[in-house]
């Protein structure tokens, strides 16, 4: 009997949520085979879960609209150069996947992003560190609690935009075991010059350059979740206009496992 292989899509990757439609440089042939088919947006996505599909009954197509083997398909994955859109139908059956090769701005995010996901399924790096209100954490201190980790810096415009969104989660896990914490590239007397004109509800500490080392972070903004065992479960680099509804199905996730 043959052996079915089946791709796992975990809807909440930054490679899929970076794909916005690209109509435009898609051949005549594709937009045929795409006709009356509708693009899933990131919501309908983390609506749907995981998807469960292979090459063989699902078709895969390039911007050329060749359809793409089960062989081709896992070489385009494992090179880390393609993201995906997903079209349905109608009634909300997968009727179709394209592969978009990622421009040069996306392959450096690839790479970076790579690196952090190491840590994935890893204990947190040991940490102590004292927010900017004289309350010390350390990563044993916090086991049994859910941490959530954003790196900003004043005068990043990625991490501004978000921070209305990162404040939304803070307010819906309020008296939860869930703890927030800001490691900010700047210092104290900064820290609180930009939270004297801007609300952002995080703990924040002065971090230095050994603990974004230990962390692997290279852009801003970054999000990261450690779970109650210490775990980190989800890592995301740059600024994504979905963090909230995908930050906050990380978290219900981890105070649901317990």
């Given at each position: 009997m043959k052996r079915i292989k089946y791709f796992f899509i975990i809807v909440f990757l930054p490679i899929?949520?970076?794909?916005?439609?690209?109509?435009?440089?898609?051949?005549?042939?594709?937009?045929?085979?795409?006709?009356?088919?509708?693009l899933a947006s990131t919501n309908d996505l983390l609506k749907l879960g995981t998807i469960k599909w292979n090459a063989d009954t699902t078709p895969v197509y390039d911007l050329e609209g060749n359809r793409l083997t089960q062989a081709s398909l896992t070489n385009a994955i494992k090179s880390n150069r393609?993201?995906?859109?997903?079209?349905?139908?109608?009634?909300?059956?997968?009727?179709a996947v394209?592969?978009?090769?990622?421009?040069?701005?996306?392959?450096?995010?690839?790479?970076?992003?790579k690196e952090g996901e190491i840590l994935i399924g890893q204990k947190s790096p040991?940490?102590?560190?004292?927010?900017?209100?004289?309350?010390?954490?350390?990563?044993?201190?916090?086991?049994?609690k859910v941490v959530v980790i954003n790196t900003w810096f004043a005068e990043c415009k990625p991490c501004i935009e978000e921070i209305?969104?990162?404040?939304r989660?803070?307010?819906?896990?309020?008296?939860?075991?869930?703890?927030?914490?800001?490691?900010?590239?700047?210092?104290?007397?900064d820290i609180?010059?930009?939270?004297?004109?801007?609300?952002?509800?995080?703990?924040?500490?002065?971090?230095?350059?050994?603990?974004?080392?230990s962390f692997y972070i290279n852009v801003y903004p970054t999000n990261i979740l450690v779970d109650r065992n210490?775990?980190?479960?989800?890592?995301?680099?740059?600024?994504?206009?979905?963090?909230?509804?995908i930050m906050k199905n990380q978290i219900e996730r981890a105070l649901a496992e317990g």
């Amino acid at each position: 009997m043959k052996r079915i292989k089946y791709f796992f899509i975990i809807v909440f990757l930054p490679i899929i949520l970076f794909s916005c439609g690209s109509k435009k440089s898609m051949s005549e042939s594709l937009k045929a085979k795409l006709d009356n088919l509708e693009l899933a947006s990131t919501n309908d996505l983390l609506k749907l879960g995981t998807i469960k599909w292979n090459a063989d009954t699902t078709p895969v197509y390039d911007l050329e609209g060749n359809r793409l083997t089960q062989a081709s398909l896992t070489n385009a994955i494992k090179s880390n150069r393609f993201k995906q859109e997903f079209y349905f139908d109608a009634k909300r059956a997968l009727k179709a996947v394209v592969m978009i090769p990622l421009d040069e701005k996306e392959l450096g995010w690839n790479i970076k992003k790579k690196e952090g996901e190491i840590l994935i399924g890893q204990k947190s790096p040991q940490f102590h560190v004292t927010d900017i209100n004289g309350k010390s954490y350390t990563r044993d201190s916090l086991a049994g609690k859910v941490v959530v980790i954003n790196t900003w810096f004043a005068e990043c415009k990625p991490c501004i935009e978000e921070i209305p969104d990162l404040n939304r989660l803070v307010q819906d896990f309020k008296g939860e075991d869930v703890v927030f914490l800001g490691f900010a590239r700047n210092d104290q007397k900064d820290i609180l010059k930009f939270l004297g004109k801007r609300e952002f509800n995080y703990q924040h500490i002065a971090a230095d350059s050994e603990l974004f080392s230990s962390f692997y972070i290279n852009v801003y903004p970054t999000n990261i979740l450690v779970d109650r065992n210490s775990r980190i479960t989800f890592y995301e680099t740059s600024l994504n206009p979905d963090i909230y509804i995908i930050m906050k199905n990380q978290i219900e996730r981890a105070l649901a496992e317990g």
